[in-house]
C-alpha cells in the first residue's frame, strides 16, 4: 500500500549515477587558475598556471583552494541574510552578478567583484553593515569538491574569464535590502 510519501520508502536515498564524474579540488583549481585567478593551498607561492595548479594539487590533492584576492578580483563579503536578498534583488532587476560565494559555517556571503571598484566600502562599513571587504594580498578559500566548507551559490562561467560586477552594483544591492530594525 501506498501512504502520502508516494512510494518512495522512509530511508531510501536516491544516489547519483554510477557513471557520474566527481569533481576533484584538483580539477577545481585548475579551472580556477586558467581564469586567471592566483590559486594557492594557503602556504604554497600562488599560481595562474593551469599546469602548475595540475602538479601542486597532484602532490597535495586533499588541500583547500584559496585565491589571492586584489590581484584578479576583490571580494565583498556581507552576512547570509543581506547578501542572500541583494543577489536575489540584482538578479530580479536583471544585473549579472558574476560568481557567488556562500560559506555556511560562518553563513556569510562573498561577491566577486572587478578590481579596483571598492571605493564606496568605507561608507557602508561606517554606517553599521556586516561587510567584509578581502583586497590587496587577502586570501579568500574557493570552492572544491560539492558538499565542501564553502559552496557557490552563483558559478563562474565554465568557460572564459568570468564577468564580475563593479563593487557601487553589488554594495548598492546590499544597501537596498538593508532592513530598518524595529523599535518596540
Not at 579551472?31 to 599560481?47: E, F, L
Not at 586533499?62 to 556581507?78: K, R
Not at 561606517?126 to 558538499?147: I, M, Q, S, T
Amino acid at each position: 500500500m501506498r501512504g502520502p510519501n508516494l512510494g518512495m520508502l522512509p530511508r531510501q536515498v536516491r544516489r547519483p549515477p554510477q557513471d557520474a564524474v566527481r569533481t576533484t579540488t584538483r580539477q577545481c583549481a585548475v579551472r580556477y587558475a586558467a581564469y586567471g585567478w592566483p590559486v594557492t593551498t594557503g602556504t604554497t607561492t600562488p599560481t595562474r598556471d593551469p599546469e602548475r595548479a595540475q602538479a601542486l594539487w597532484s602532490m597535495l590533492p586533499n588541500a583547500s583552494v584559496y585565491t589571492v584576492c586584489g590581484e584578479a578580483f576583490d571580494l565583498v563579503e556581507a552576512d547570509a541574510p543581506a547578501g542572500r536578498a541583494a543577489l536575489v534583488r540584482l538578479e530580479r532587476l536583471g544585473v549579472q552578478v558574476g560568481p557567488v560565494l556562500w560559506e555556511p559555517a560562518l553563513d556569510r556571503i562573498g561577491f566577486l567583484v572587478c578590481l579596483g571598484t571598492l571605493g564606496p566600502v568605507t561608507s557602508l562599513l561606517e554606517a553599521g553593515y556586516e561587510l567584509r571587504v578581502l583586497d590587496a594580498g587577502d586570501l579568500a578559500e574557493l570552492p572544491g569538491p560539492p558538499g565542501g566548507r564553502v559552496r557557490w551559490l552563483r558559478e563562474p562561467a565554465p568557460v572564459g574569464t568570468p564577468a564580475l560586477p563593479p563593487a557601487h552594483i553589488v554594495l548598492g544591492g546590499i544597501a537596498g535590502c538593508r532592513v530598518a530594525p524595529r523599535h518596540g
